[in-house]
């Protein structure tokens, strides 16, 4: 056991009204995401028992930025309102103020999150580690996907999901439909698709026979009420990834 990694966290709301999401929101999303990364939910009952022994408890916790870029106090929220109904995927334009969304803070001492509209298709993206121009380095959630929203995705859980990527977990089943693919961790079960919903009957390539897949993970595509956990190999790859590529927002 390592000691506990700290990372500064800066919310970029931007909306075309960014008073939607309420501080208290904001709150819930960092206890959301702090209780998952110390593997303190109660919903870890959900693991079954031959998962149980690979459930990790990252030593990896988020607060919300007590100084701004300038070092000036704030409350580590920045409210921006934006004229565009709605972002895409890798839609560059949320990370920058002069094309109507809000600037990254230096990337090397915050962690970046933009809350935007992204319409109906997507749920959040992040960058992987040193994959980006430092301006754009981060994750970009739906406001819909905050803890309280209605729905299966509004449990606050994309930004657990999202902030795996951050640091450079893939998912779960390898992106690729066939059994080849890897994540590039042994203790998850190769998978052959990602899931949807709250089960995953026989996948091709750890079949049920075999004891099934792991869609109880945070990197797959399951319901927020449904991904639980993280492993001790996925726990050692963000720790290892998050001091080797991003030691001064460990510092
Ligand atoms: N589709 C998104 C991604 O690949 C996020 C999925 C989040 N899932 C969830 N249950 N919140 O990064
Ligand atoms: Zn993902
Ligand atoms: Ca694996």
Known sequence: EGSTIYIPVVFHIVLKNPNLVTDAQIQAQIDRLNIDYAGLNPDSTLIPA????????????FKL?????????????????TAIDNFT?????????????ADAWDHNRFFNVWIADLGQQYLGYSTFPNSSPAA???????????????????????LTHETGHFFYLYHIWGD?????ADDFIDDTPLQGNYTSGCSHPNDPCTPDSKG????????DYT???????FTLEQKNRMETSANLYRPSLVA
């Open 50 to 61: 031959r998962f149980k022994p690979y459930f990790a408890k990252p030593n990896i916790q």
């Open 65 to 81: 930025a007590q100084r701004n870029a300038n070092d000036e106090p704030s409350d580590g929220i920045d409210r921006v309102t």
């Open 89 to 101: 995927i890798d839609d560059i334009r949320v990370k920058y103020a002069a094309l109507g969304g």
């Open 136 to 158: 754009e380095d981060g994750v970009v959630i739906k406001y819909t996907t905050l803890p309280g929203n209605p729905g299966v995705y509004g449990k606050g859980r994309t």
């Open 176 to 180: 690729e439909p066939d059994c080849a």
């Open 212 to 219: 099934g897949v792991m869609y109880q993970n945070f990197m």
């Open 223 to 229: 319901d927020d009420a449904c991904m639980v956990m």
